[in-house]
DNA sequence: TCCACTTTGGCAACGCTGTTGCCAAAGTGC
DNA sequence: GCACTTTGGCAACAGCGTTGCCAAAGTGGA
């Protein structure tokens, strides 16, 4: 409910002309400052509704039971689902064993009605993904990709793929991206902290010429499509929070940690990613461990990241292990999570180590702590770096699905 | 918008008669799993008009003005409001200067229309409030405490004291506390780790015969008004959230450090207290920032805790409060908040020493980053001790200006 | 084969929400 | 004193979820 900017997928550019009905349906118009009219009920029960279609996935859900998982009647689920079956997004998939009575009808979102770009921007490479409704991917493309280059040849590399892949995809009439109905439009991951609600970036790790580049505006300019942007840890977590991570009920809280030639941490919170005042949350990797401990690139001394990279430099993998696990025990304690996962290409070379070493620190924790249950549970996030790409794809998509800003 | 129980004041106690209207104007009837119906929404707006009325104050707000704050447009306001000066929640109170045409209106809260008990729980001491809806203390109470005493007797001590209040300020026609019409419940915050969905207490420092203790309800049946129980440290940072600290348009998020006999965190984001999962957020104390560190009490190393009390012990206040910035520099940039409050009796002795000594490292941490703006701003927490009871109040005050769950 | 029963889910009427159009009330300023 | 501006209530309205009712579509026993 507390949602400060409209929606998270406003841009510069012309508002969506609502065309095909996917853009009107589930837009939250909410007020100014929180208050909700009639319209923004609408929404909010049809995001949940969309939500539950897509959790149920290929099997499908009837409309009793979108009653009781929801809180509403059956009465307002049916006008509900008509409407979106006049939309285009569900449609009805068969039927349920009887239980004594007529049986009940099976609906299912139509995976077509909708489609987002994500791509993920990383040091030497970009990966771009065209995603649908339920977060398949539909086709993905990877260029090589020199930072270095400057913004223009960037911005234009990224559009370039996109249109591509929107060409190929979606087969739009005259080759303009505008004209595929379907698209929402393109989600951008990349590392480094930004500014989510206005797209502009900070600092590019390595690359100082991007301070304060309106990669979002820039894209959106020259794409005319909506575009959001946001860190890669952060589209990481919104990934697997789609995929179903940690979603015990849609509301589940989760920290994803990714290990790679640094270290940072997507937060989920209550099932959308936790952003933070100036979207700057999850900066793990410069939590301090160890006062007066060696230095790190970011000047302090005893950062979680510069330990963790020490010790895997030397090919200590149990103290790297230890060290993470220290971080995400102090992460678990301030937040009170769920699931710890884990992810990167240093913890993919040697998954076992850290889902072990880091899981013994956490249970150890919790042992200390008059142990009911164990601990936090921690796991290997699926998916690998497949999953930034995807993840920024679904920045698109999670605003339908009621998954805002928490 | 993800509340799993319903509203926060539920106990096993029989529901309010809704008597006077105010019960029934703004209790949050919302369906079972995120649905809302019209009900939900005029609880939502009529809690947003609320919260507005509440933080104007004596010098009042006018309908326009709500209507500009919330979204909603002036008739939508006007109806509120009637309902609201119908039910004795509002009152008009005198008119703006006119600016060329008919002044406004100016609305206030009428702070006699509710009140609530606060019970802060401390290691030798009881301290009781009664608060009235704008969270002014109308009468207070201390009785030393004996948690070794027994669980039946400490209920009865803090019935006793919550009887004794209400009796005197309210004074209700035959004794019994649930005929004091405007009575909303009763608050209590206590020391140490607890479910705050269920009431149960975990572990009581000290004093192991506490575990597992179901204080709410045991004090729903004694009292047979709604019972609320959460830390202390929760209590106190929902206080400061009311008075306004951080509160910048209502959505503001920080972190009340306390630091006293031990030292606790409670966290405010968007406005609200997150707890977590399962009620335990806020473990700041034993966040590790010393790997290896010395011992703690509780069986780790290098804790804050044991890091900072431990300066303090040995007389050297800069290092306790170089210490505590470390932790207070790692919550800030794991969660991106706008501000640090310290509070508690350590604090108070010195309070200088650890404003700026934790000032410092988050600042030297905003400048490591590009510092724009000079990093999290500390501040002290005014109140000190005294405001635990009025937050524990304030639990009870939450729920019907929109502050449930974040 | 028929019929009673159960369960699903649409139709229609309804209550209540915020919204819109309109206008009286209450000021200012020339 | 009159034109103008601004506030805010009244009435009609569209649209939300809800309720009452009943046709549709099954099962299961006679």
Redesign the interface.
Known sequence: ??S?NGGGTGTGASPAESGGGLGGAVEGV?????????LA?RS??TA?VLDLLRTAGAEGISRLELAE????TPQ?VSKITARLRADGLAAEAGRRASTGGKPRTVLRLVPQAGHALGVHLDRDELRAVLVDLVGAVVAQRRAPLGLGAGADAVVEGVARAAEELAADALRPPDGALRAAPTLLGLGVALPG?LDHARGVL??VTGFPEW?GFPLRDALARRLDVPVVVDKDTNAAALGLAVAGEGAR???G?FAYLHLGTGLG?G?V???GV???????????G??????D?PPCT???R?CVEA?CLGAVARGDLDEAAR?LG?GA???A??????LVLLGGRTVAAAPEAFVHGVGAVLA??AR???GQGGGVPVRLAPGGTRGVAEGAAQLLLAPLF?RGD?
Chains 1, 2 share one sequence.
């Open positions: 409910m507390n400060a909410r007020g100014a400052a929180g208050g909700a009219n009639l009920l909010h029960n949940l998982r929801t809180g509403l307002a902290p900070h600092r301070d009920g849609g509301a809280s941490a937060l919170i209550g099932g936790h952003r933070g005042a100036r979207t700057g949350a999850g900066e793990f410069h939590q301090v461990i160890q006062l401990g970011c000047g302090a005893g330990l060290v220290a025990a102090n992460l304690g301030l937040l009170d999570i769920d150890a924790r200390r702590e008059g009621g928490a």
